[in-house]
């Protein structure tokens, strides 16, 4: 199997133009962010979050978009209730 070449360079060999936005030069101080004590995503897969889009998607046909956040009459009963269905499905 030979590999195959392609005309992709890697993001360091590409030089774009300076954007009319940004500032003629480069401060030499860091930048500053407050996210110290705030929730970490960068080390979960992405892989994670697409059976979670799959259960939306589903409902975004079943129904319509945000259709879950809608209210509802005996809410806590009726998702109780529909939890408890889909996991006896689950299940079986």
């Given at each position: 199997?030979?590999?195959r ?9 590409i ?11 480069v401060p030499?101080?860091k930048?500053?962010?407050h ?25 975004e046909?079943?129904y ?23 996991i ?5």
């Amino acid at each position: 199997m030979s590999k195959r070449q392609t005309n992709i360079k890697p993001i360091g060999a590409i030089k774009l133009p300076p954007s009319p936005l940004a500032p003629p030069s480069v401060p030499s101080e860091k930048g500053l962010k407050h996210d110290t004590n705030k929730q970490g995503w960068y080390a979960m897969p992405l892989c994670l979050l697409k059976p979670l889009a799959d259960v939306f998607n589903a409902g975004e046909i079943k129904y319509e978009t945000f259709n879950c956040l809608k209210p509802f009459d005996d809410s806590d009963r009726r998702f109780y209730n529909a939890m408890m269905r889909h996991i006896e499905d689950s299940q079986n």
